[in-house]
């Protein structure tokens, strides 16, 4: 398994997500949601997953912090149900039927789920493990070292540790009810200090 062996779908939904995740987050930002698509699609070579919509687990992957940013924040709505809208109005653009437009809300929104049966939503299951390893640092040892080193060099954590537990507690504080306070009082700020991760991101001081 290597970084070379995934590459984005080409096609106009992809491209424009990427875009407007490239144009939103900061640095640390825009590469956990990369991080996070790779590690979806290695998750599924190694569970052997079938059917997967690899271009609705890619657009979903690097949209599904966007209600972090204050542009696409909800005064109401849970920052994954925020930035799962965005992602509906991308790909009606992008000319998805409604349906599908509606999976990758589903799939943005269940990332924040404890867990995700792959017998009901395989690209959720996909992204909620994958945004587990790079959030909370659950099982790493699943992938191959040498593929989180490669993609590690390539998308470096940066400062996501500090980002992140910022924006969900703030998330957490103005919205109680929503995921955002469960991740918090699950510990998030000490899992992000102490990722396995950061251990072997060598981009880190």
Known sequence: MRLQDFDPPRTPASRAAVELAAASHTPA???HVVRSWLWAEAFALVEDRRGVDHELL?????LH????VPAYDNVSL????AGGHVAVALTAGAGWPAERRRR?????VRHNWPSVDPGLDVEGHLLEVATSLDISGARPDLLPRE??????????????????TAGVTEQARRKPTTAARRIVEGGVAQKLAHHPLERLDRSRP
């Open 58 to 62: 890619y657009v979903s992957a690097v």
């Open 29 to 31: 930002l825009l590469h």
């Open 78 to 81: 849970s920052y994954e149900e």
């Open 147 to 164: 593929f989180l080193l490669e993609v590690l060099e390539a998308y470096p954590r940066l400062t996501l540790a500090d980002e992140f």
């Open 65 to 68: 912090d966007l209600g972090l």
């Open 104 to 108: 990758a809300l589903e799939v943005i």
